[in-house]
C-alpha cells in the first residue's frame, strides 16, 4: 500500500499523517551525473537536447494493443486484509487490485525505440536510485518514477538515447512531488544533472510526460499505482502483524525489509521484470525470505500465480547473497523508525552483471572480491 494511499485511508477515520521536517540542501548531493557514472564504458552518451522533444498523441482507444500483457491470473484467493474500522476490506483489496489492472506496464516499449538498449535502463534506473538516496527520497518515490518512465516510453516511438536522463530526471520530479512532504526543488534536479539540462528543460518535459500519461488511459492523470515497493510493504506488514494490531502501523523488522527491498530493486533494474506484474513480483521477493504458504496467504495469489516469478528470480537472490547483507543506515533529519523507508543505493549494477552471467552460463561466477562490499 503506497503512502498516498495510507494517507487516504488515514483521512477516512479522520486521522492525520503527520511526517517529520527534513531539509534537503542542494551542497549534499553525493550523486554524480549519469554521464558520468558508466556510460563510456556502456557506450551511453548523454548529450543536451537541442530542440523540443515532441509528443507523440495516442490515441485513447487501442492505446495497449501493442502492449503484451504481464503475467496475469485468476487464481486469486479472497482480501487477505484484516478487518477494518474504517471501511471494507474485501472493498480496500479489489480496489489495489484493479489499480494493477489499470497501470499497464510491458518490456515490448524497446520495440518502440531501436536505439535504446536495455543496459540503459538499467544504468538510468541504477542512477536514479542513487540520486534518490542523496536527497533522502522515499523508496516508493523511486518507484513511482520507474513505473511512470516505463509507461511513458510505451507511449512514445523513437527516443533517443540522449533523451533518458531528462526523462528519468523529470519523471522522479514528478513522483517526489506525489509522495514527498518536502520534495526537492526544482533548481536541485537541474543541479544533479551537472549542468546537462536545465529548469526550463525539465518543466518542458514534465508536460509532456503528464500530458502523454493522461491520454494514454483516457481516464486521469493516472499517477497513483500501487508499486512493487507499496505491494512488498503492505505483504511483509500482514505476515509480521499480531492479532488486533493496526494495519497501518509499520510492525515488521526494518533489517529484513531493508534486504528485501534491497532484491526488488535489483529486479526491477532488469527489464524482464515487466513481464510480471507488481504484486507477483513483491509476493516473489517475500517468497524468498519466508515460508511460501505465509507469502501466498498474505499476498492472496495462489503458487501457480507466483512460482514462475519466484523461478525467474532465483539468480538475483543468488547474487545479493555473495555481496552480503544490505546496512540499515542512518539519515541526517530522518526519524530512526523511518529510516528504511529512504531509497538507497549500492552496487546494483555489478549485482546485475552476475545474475547476467548466471543466465548465460547457468553457473553463478563468484564476483571479484572488490565487488562485493556493499557500500556506497
Known amino acids: 500500500m503506497s503512502r498516498r494511499s495510507v494517507r487516504l485511508l488515514r483521512r477516512s477515520e479522520n486521522a492525520t499523517c503527520q511526517r517529520g521536517k527534513v531539509t534537503k540542501q542542494s551542497n549534499r548531493i553525493k550523486a554524480q551525473p549519469l554521464s558520468k557514472l558508466q556510460c563510456e564504458k556502456n557506450q551511453l552518451v548523454l548529450k543536451g537536447v537541442a530542440k523540443p522533444p515532441v509528443l507523440i498523441d495516442t490515441s485513447e482507444k487501442g492505446v495497449w494493443e501493442d502492449a503484451a500483457p504481464p503475467h496475469t491470473h485468476s487464481l486469486v484467493r479472497p482480501s487477505p486484509l484484516p478487518n477494518l474500522g474504517w471501511g471494507s476490506h474485501e472493498d480496500v483489496w479489489v480496489k489495489m487490485v484493479d489499480r494493477e489492472k489499470n497501470y499497464r506496464h510491458s518490456k515490448n516499449f524497446m520495440q518502440k525505440h531501436p536505439k535504446i538498449q536495455p543496459r540503459m535502463r538499467s544504468i538510468l534506473l541504477d542512477w536514479l536510485i542513487e540520486v534518490s538516496e542523496a536527497y533522502t527520497l522515499q523508496r516508493q518515490t523511486f518507484y513511482l518514477a520507474q513505473d511512470y518512465f516505463d509507461r511513458f516510453m510505451l507511449t512514445q516511438d523513437n527516443i533517443e538515447k540522449g533523451m533518458l536522463q531528462l526523462i528519468g530526471i523529470t519523471c522522479l520530479f514528478i513522483a517526489s512531488k506525489m509522495e514527498e512532504a518536502h520534495p526537492p526543488t526544482l533548481l536541485q534536479m537541474a543541479y544533479v544533472t551537472a549542468g546537462t539540462y536545465y529548469e526550463e ?30 505491494w512488498l510493504k503492505l505483504y511483509f506488514q500482514l505476515a509480521s502483524m499480531s492479532a488486533g494490531s493496526d494495519l497501518l ?15 526488488l530493486d535489483l529486479c526491477i533494474l532488469n527489464i524482464n521484470s515487466l513481464d510480471f506484474e507488481y504484486r507477483v513480483l513483491a509476493a516473489s521477493v517475500l517468497s524468498h525470505f519466508i515460508q511460501r504458504e505465509t507469502a501466498e496467504t498474505v499476498s492472496g495469489l495462489s503458487r501457480d500465480a507466483v512460482q514462475p516469478c519466484v523461478d525467474w528470480m532465483a539468480p538475483y537472490v543468488e547474487s545479493v547473497n555473495w555481496f552480503g547483507r544490505a546496512p540499515l543506515k542512518d539519515f541526517a533529519g530522518i526519524k530512526e523508525e523511518n529510516r528504511h523507508d529512504v531509497q538507497m543505493h549500492t552496487n546494483y549494477m555489478s549485482m546485475l552483471d552476475v545474475c547476467q552471467k548466471e543466465e548465460i552460463s547457468q553457473f553463478l561466477t563468484p564476483p571479484n572480491s572488490t565487488e562485493k562490499s556493499c557500500t556506497h
Open 201 to 230: 528543460e525539465i518543466l518542458q518535459m514534465e508536460l509532456i510526460i503528464l500530458k502523454s500519461l493522461l491520454v494514454a488511459q483516457a481516464l486521469s492523470w493516472n499517477l497513483c499505482p500501487e508499486t512493487g515497493i507499496s
Open 249 to 263: 502501523e509499520p510492525q515488521f523488522p526494518q533489517d529484513a525489509y531493508v534486504q528485501m527491498a534491497r532484491l
